[in-house]
């Protein structure tokens, strides 16, 4: 045995040595150090985790943590890098090239290219929620490894918005899984390029991220959904609570970490304690009811007019607070005030004018004959039920006949999905750019549509999604916003400020329009 052979095993025996003494073991020799789990309560469940196929606000959360995009949303409401390191655009507008970040690594241990990206947008166009936002693009070619060209077949002024809006994600996935399947995405195909991957999904149960230990993290500073973004836990386990007041007893239990829509009722309780604290996140979501125009009464645009001038938005929004102005507010925009560039207030005289007269002559002038509408609503989403329940006596008033229909999220998304169902509550979340609400109002461009078509809209929606000047796109979405008063594709109840709650031992959470938990520790 040669003299250096010996200095190898001394050395081998005196690291076993040490780790036994000391108890700093690998596997294989003693317990490894317990994982950092942060644990979130939420009050849904999902029936897909497929980030390109819905546009379900908790689907978002979750996929922003296990996706990344080509551009994303920074903290003032605007477009910054996420994969690409930077892009130019061409003259006429028709061209847009984008540099992606080197070696960006997937969860499948594969390094990110442009065949990666070209596959993901391909499939977005086939599958993907918004898909006719993204109609405007005549090619997507790959230049280099690390370089991709999109063509436009004209001029699309909200391209860059299109691309990076969260709503129905247009996430970047492996060519090999993009190009696979048209299909709703299920574990282990739910790859992507973000600072946790997705390890378990039991249904109804809890979704389990773990820290993804080659995320390539991006140099440039943290803001809004980019820049840096650190896994500072080793797991989140985000577990499903349906109840609020059961999410509120896990959190005070220290069963849980973080609570998802809370009563605003328990905000003084939060306040006041010494090992918790309320996170209110203003503005959260656009209280709504939707209808089914692709069938009577709601294919006749008189009633749905009906509904729009007869109920009483601020009894609806007392109900969903219950009682608690703090927590909700009444203007007349599609858009939050906070988005300075996008609020208007056209259809101000129309908004909440609780005309009952005017609304049971204009349900009679429809033709209504009396049948039963089906209205849905969510128990799980207590905001959502709570509005079902104050709206659907008003509307009795008006003269409708009303069966309310309770769901789980899952349950509701069929019944909408195939058109199967006259009214149901839900959420309209920020649109960062307006073009987000696209496959909501312009005719045939998805099936959440539920059949409403005007001429007039789309006109508008077009101007907005081709112009590139700032101001004329701003002009352009408020005389969409008037159209959508004259003929009311849905109906807006109010503005609802959501509160959470966290345990104080949590570190780094910030408030956005969007629950993020990287770059937070406990």
């Known amino acids: 045995m040669t003299r250096a052979h010996r200095r190898v095993i001394v050395a081998g025996l005196l690291v076993i040595f040490t780790a036994i003494t000391t108890g700093i073991t690998g596997p294989a020799l003693g317990q490894s150090q317990a994982p950092r789990v942060l644990r979130i309560a939420t009050d ?27 551009v994303t949303v920074g903290a003032d409401h605007g477009v910054i890098p996420q994969l690409a390191s930077a892009w130019t655009v061409s003259p006429e507008g028709l061209h847009y090239t984008f540099t992606l970040r080197s070696g960006v690594r997937f969860h499948n241990g594969k390094i990110l290219n442009a065949e990666d990206v070209k596959a993901s947008l ?14 405007g693009i005549q090619t997507v070619t790959v230049v280099d490894p690390l370089t991709v ?14 691309l990076a809006v969260p709503l129905g994600m247009i996430a970047i996935m492996p060519k090999e899984i993009a190009e696979r399947s048209r299909e709703p995405l299920t574990p282990p195909n739910l790859i992507g390029t973000g600072p946790f991957q997705l390890v378990e999904w039991q249904r109804d149960r809890q979704i389990t991220l773990r820290r993804f230990p080659d995320y390539s993290r991006d140099a440039r500073p943290a803001s809004g959904l980019g820049g840096e973004r650190r896994a500072m836990v080793d797991e989140i386990h985000i577990i499903s609570i349906l109840e609020s007041g059961t999410r509120l007893a896990a959190l005070e239990r220290g069963d849980v970490d973080y609570a998802i829509a809370l009563p605003p009722t328990s905000y003084e309780r939060l306040v006041n304690s010494s090992t918790l604290r309320p996170v209110v996140i203003k503005p959260f979501v656009q209280v709504v009811v939707q209808m089914n125009a692709s069938r009577p009464p709601f294919n006749n645009v008189k009633a749905r007019q009906a509904v729009s001038r007869g109920l009483d938005m601020e009894a609806i929004m007392r109900a969903v607070t219950v009682n608690q102005p703090a927590f909700y507010r009444l203007q007349p925009s599609i858009f939050f005030p906070e988005q300075q560039v996008w609020h208007n207030m056209e259809g101000r005289t129309v908004y909440n004018s609780k005309n009952l007269d005017l609304a049971k002559r204009l349900l009679q002038e429809s033709g209504y004959d009396g049948r039963t509408i089906t209205f849905v609503t969510i128990r799980d989403i207590e905001y959502m039920y709570r509005a079902a329940l104050a709206v ?6 008006i003269g409708f006949k009303v069966d309310l229909a309770i769901r789980d999220v899952p349950g509701q998304i069929a019944l909408q999905r195939d058109w199967n169902f006259d009214m149901a509550t839900n959420g309209m979340t920020t649109r960062t750019d307006p073009t987000a609400y696209n496959y909501l109002l312009q005719c045939g461009a998805s099936w959440e549509t539920y059949g409403y078509c005007d001429n007039d809209m789309d006109k508008w929606l077009v101007v907005g999604l081709r112009i590139r000047d700032p101001e004329r796109r701003a002009h352009a979405y408020a005389q969409a916003q008037r159209a959508f008063y004259d003929t009311v594709p849905f109906v807006k109840i109010g503005d609802f400020h959501s509160m959470d709650g966290a345990n104080q031992a949590l570190k780094g959470y ?4 969007q629950r993020r938990f990287w770059n937070v520790s406990k």
Do not use: C, M
């Open 44 to 70: 849904t469940n999902l029936p897909w985790l497929d980030p390109h196929v819905g546009p379900q606000f908790a689907l978002r959360e979750i996929a922003t943590h296990v996706f990344e995009t080509v």
């Open 122 to 135: 391909e499939r977005y166009l086939q599958v993907g929620v918004r898909r006719a936002d993204l109609g």
């Open 149 to 162: 060209r999109v063509s436009l077949k004209e001029p699309q002024g909200s391209f860059l918005g299109v």
């Open 392 to 397: 659907k006596p008003q509307l009795e008033a």
């Open 510 to 513: 910030q408030v956005f329009f």
